[in-house]
Nanobody
């Protein structure tokens, strides 16, 4: 069973940057579409960004122009580069691939 693992979360000031990573065993991430979601306190989980097996990317309007999702085929890892972070980006960020969720990584943006 696929078990993606997120990392890279933390506390950052508004305007700062973080890079999240999602890793999975074998070549799971290389041969499957992958999505990032986030869940803010008291809110529903929402889709943030996605990348296809052909590395076609798409983004929620709220992060477009600030976040970039990319693949590292050599390391079987997908990254989410987050720039110009805002307090409203705070939440737990999850990796989703092949119907499996990671455990999430906390991102906190202070104002």
């Amino acid at each position: 069973q696929v078990q993606p693992v997120e990392s890279g979360g933390g506390l950052v000031q508004a305007g700062g940057s973080l890079r999240l990573s999602c890793a999975a065993s074998g070549s799971i991430l290389s041969f499957n579409d992958m999505r990032w979601y986030r869940q803010a306190p008291g809110k529903q989980r929402e889709w943030v960004a996605g990348i296809t097996t052909r590395s076609i990317t798409n983004y929620a309007d709220s992060v477009k122009g600030r976040f970039t999702v990319s693949r590292d085929y050599a390391k079987n890892t997908v990254h989410l580069q987050m720039n110009s972070l805002k307090p409203e980006d705070t939440g737990v960020y999850y990796c989703y691939v092949r119907n499996a969720w990671g455990q999430g990584t906390q991102v906190t943006v202070s104002s």
